[in-house]
């Protein structure tokens, strides 16, 4: 069986951003005319919403790494998208600071829906990755299974902290979940393998997107490990077609 690079998880880099604020102001006083009565004063305006510029490149996440050119990069749930250069650069303007959902598309890729925080994780860059058709078409034949450009994927990434055995479960129908083993082979399995660091993945495929937003849960190992999932952006997660929707989930 070949060896499979572990391609869901996003890698956090940095390249630049520039934050704006809005203002507040009560509108002008209207002008007396002659012999007539001032103007109310116009109503205060509301605070505007702090944005920043975030920047950063599109890559493949397989082996080769490859920058990509013409991919979207969008901002989930609002009308703010672009899409990138030939050397797979991008800039998104008046992003919303706080935790937003970022997504990729790119044709031959899956995307990915990823989280950050703007601007405190994206100051130095966010860098966003797009998985290519031949790596999921690999997994799906590597697990006897069907992996249906139509649907959307979910990668429960346990970024720190796990010791191995630990489980998830998500709100959604899905496959049975799969990790990676120490070569880096799927493994179809409940509980997640592992790394000396304590990073692994299971990874649920086969998800209906009118079955999202989801939830999900995770588990420690009993008498081992307590693990609790980040869900800094709010409790729920978007499923979007032929898309790898990454949760965060840490352990102690």
Do not use: H
């Amino acid at each position: 069986m070949p060896s499979y690079l572990r391609v869901f998880a996003i890698a956090v880099f940095g390249l630049s951003l520039a934050a704006c604020g809005g203002s507040d102001g009560g509108g002008a006083g209207g002008i007396a005319g002659t012999g007539g009565t001032a103007g109310t004063g116009g109503t205060a305006g509301t605070g505007g919403t702090a944005t920043s510029t975030v920047s950063g490149v599109v890559y493949t996440r397989d082996l080769a790494e490859n920058t990509v050119a013409d991919a979207k990069v969008s901002v989930v749930g609002t009308q703010l998208s672009t899409t990138t250069d030939q050397a797979g650069r991008f800039t998104l303007e008046n992003v919303p600071n706080g935790a937003q959902f970022f997504a990729t598309e790119a044709a031959g890729n899956w995307g990915v829906v990823d989280y950050w925080d703007v601007p405190d994780e994206t100051q130095f860059g966010a860098d966003f990755g797009v998985i290519p058709d031949s790596e999921i078409s690999a997994l799906a034949q590597a697990l006897g299974r069907t992996i249906s450009a139509a649907d959307g994927i979910v990668d429960v990434t346990f970024d720190e902290g796990a010791v191995g055995g630990e489980t998830a479960t998500i709100s959604a129908p899905s496959d049975d979940p799969f990790t990676f083993n120490a070569a880096d082979d799927p493994v179809e399995q409940a509980g997640v393998i592992v790394d000396f660091d304590g990073f692994g993945e299971l990874i649920y495929t086969s998800i209906n997107t009118g079955d999202g937003p989801i939830t999900a849960s995770v588990a420690g190992v009993p008498g081992t490990t307590t693990c609790f999932v980040d869900e800094e952006p709010g409790t729920t997660y978007p499923i979007i077609e032929k898309s790898a929707t990454i949760v965060y989930a840490y352990c102690e």
